[in-house]
């Protein structure tokens, strides 16, 4: 999803359908990230981190879901994003929000790292606050540089650009840690609900392995390219 800038500068249309889309989803993802900030601290003050899920996980559930969109616009060349990184980044998400989350909420209250009826253990609260955060951060930074630069100036402020560029650098293993503790919390509640369910689970949690560093490694030749202004803006 590192790309929503139009393919034709002359495309009008796809300007405009673009920046209604990016700057839906920049308002989107900042109340989810805010919301984040301000209740992660006070639910986990109050020893009620599980808290977390009733409060944002419906919202984070459908906000991601129009993430769908983005493959679609790569696919179809809307934008010059690849469409396999962009299908591998919103698969992973997908993944867990309808399968892992929505299926299986109690490994966020009841569950402790070995996937055990604990209530009260807070790794999978923690897991959760892990990907709201790095998810948030990365999409409120992402979309705000795409608003930007299709609404305001095609020279977007070198502070944006430099959050945009360098911040995966410690969001990426924050946010794929955490989606992998959750995988891995699911799979006892998935083993009881079939072999299917648990073999699609431990078989994404092997792909986490060299699709991570596909999508790091694609991240870093980005970076390069921008910070050393041997290319435009992705």
Not at 35 to 64: E, M, N, S
Not at 105 to 123: C, D, L, Q
Not at 155 to 163: E, I, M, N, Q, S
Not at 190 to 204: F, I
């Amino acid at each position: 999803m590192e790309n929503q800038t139009p393919r034709r500068a002359s495309a009008s249309a796809t300007q405009i359908y673009l920046l209604a889309y990016n700057a839906i989803c920049l308002g989107l993802w900042s109340v989810i990230t805010l919301r984040a900030v301000f209740l992660i601290p006070t639910l986990f003050a109050l020893g009620k981190p599980q808290g977390l899920l009733d409060a944002l996980f419906p919202f984070l559930k459908w906000t991601q879901t129009i993430a769908l969109l983005e493959i679609l616009h790569a696919a179809v060349g809307l934008v010059r994003a690849s469409p396999i990184t962009t299908a591998m980044q919103v698969a992973s998400r997908i993944l867990l929000v309808w399968v892992v989350l929505d299926m299986f909420p109690e490994i966020v209250s009841t569950t402790n790292s070995f996937g055990k009826s604990v209530p009260g253990s807070t790794s999978g609260p923690i897991a959760f606050a892990g990907i709201l955060m790095a998810w948030g951060t990365t999409e409120v930074i992402r979309y705000g540089f795409f608003v930007w630069k299709a609404a305001i100036s095609e020279r977007v402020p070198a502070g944006l650009t430099w959050l945009r560029y360098n911040t995966f650098f410690v969001l990426y293993p924050i946010g794929i840690s955490s989606e992998c503790l959750l995988m891995y919390l699911a799979l006892t509640p998935a083993a009881k609900q079939g072999q299917r369910l648990d073999l699609l689970l431990k078989t994404v949690l092997l792909i986490y392995v060299p699709g991570s560093y596909i999508l790091y490694t694609h991240m870093m030749a980005q970076r390069r390219k921008v910070m050393k202004g041997k290319g435009k803006s992705a």
